[in-house]
């Protein structure tokens, strides 16, 4: 069988986070993204979880070992070129996540989504778990991706404007060595506002109309994860996130009807 060159030169993300049995977010909605970059996706799964976009039913969260034992395989593997991290459940799992990750090389990005409650509103991670990642995950990490809530767990004030939004960012940026893109989804308002500030001071505004009658649900494991791959492509920060933050609003604006709902329509790049 002759070998199909472009398929050598496919690059090798890496997602480490939690599975949706709804397949909207999580694991699933990370390797759909994958995919849509022309990135060939791995994972690491991190806990099993009952759910659709309603809410979350029950979580059975990964044992340490078989985490490792997940991580160790890909990258023992594969030349992954790039890693985003979503859901970690346990402050245990984050310090494996630390571990294993700080053997690679610094050269490969990694995006850090600090997920704490899902879109429905359910906890995804507990306070430790949540502390261990502001601690010790954020300052390796190229680029964090925080929303509103998130924002005030790190430690911030809760946002109420966008400009507000951007003083966060900066400060965050600042504070742990890593580019923060604040995602302002949870403002009220016709107007989608997210902010990327970088620690060298450099900020940048993203915005458009927001779509109402769209669920939302996965779109933040959405937008790590084509940010992510546009990384593996070999894409600057700054270019990585305009790409992935316009995939997302094509996503939204080309919406997936599901018997009479509308979701993210994955697949649309």
């Known amino acids: 069988m002759i070998e199909d060159e472009k398929s050598k030169r496919l690059p090798i993300a890496l997602t480490i986070a939690g599975s949706d049995s709804g397949a909207g977010a999580g694991i699933q909605a990370d390797l759909l993204t994958f995919a849509d970059f022309h990135v060939f996706g791995t994972s690491a799964i991190t806990a099993l979880t009952a759910q659709n976009p309603d809410g979350v039913k029950h979580i059975q969260t990964t044992s340490p070992q078989n985490l490792t034992i997940q991580i160790q395989q890909v990258l023992e593997y594969f030349p992954v070129a790039a890693i985003k991290t979503g859901m970690l459940p346990t402050a245990e799992l984050v310090e494996i996540v630390v571990s294993t990750l700080s053997e690679l090389s610094p050269n490969v990005p990694l995006v850090v ?14 306070n430790q778990a949540f502390a261990a990642i502001k601690e010790k995950l954020l300052p390796q990490a190229t680029l964090v991706t925080p929303n509103l809530d998130e924002v005030e767990a790190l430690g911030e004030s809760r946002p109420r404007n966008p400009e507000e939004m951007k003083q966060s960012a900066e400060k965050l940026a600042h504070a742990s060595n890593s580019a923060f ?31 109402s009658d769209v669920n939302t649900h996965g779109s933040g494991c959405t937008l790590s994860a084509a940010i992510t791959a546009n990384l593996a492509n070999g894409d600057e920060l700054p270019e990585a996130v305009k790409r992935g933050w316009r995939y997302v609003q094509k996503s939204l604006q080309n919406p997936l009807n599901i018997f009479g709902e509308r979701f993210i329509r994955h697949g649309y790049n």
Do not use: C, M, Q, Y
């Open 113 to 126: 989504d600090p997920v704490l409650v899902a879109t429905s509103g359910n906890t995804l991670v507990d």
């Open 181 to 211: 893109l604040v995602k302002g989804g949870h403002l009220k308002g016709d107007e989608l506002v997210d902010v990327l500030a970088e620690p060298d001071g450099k900020t940048r505004v993203f915005s458009a109309n927001r779509i």
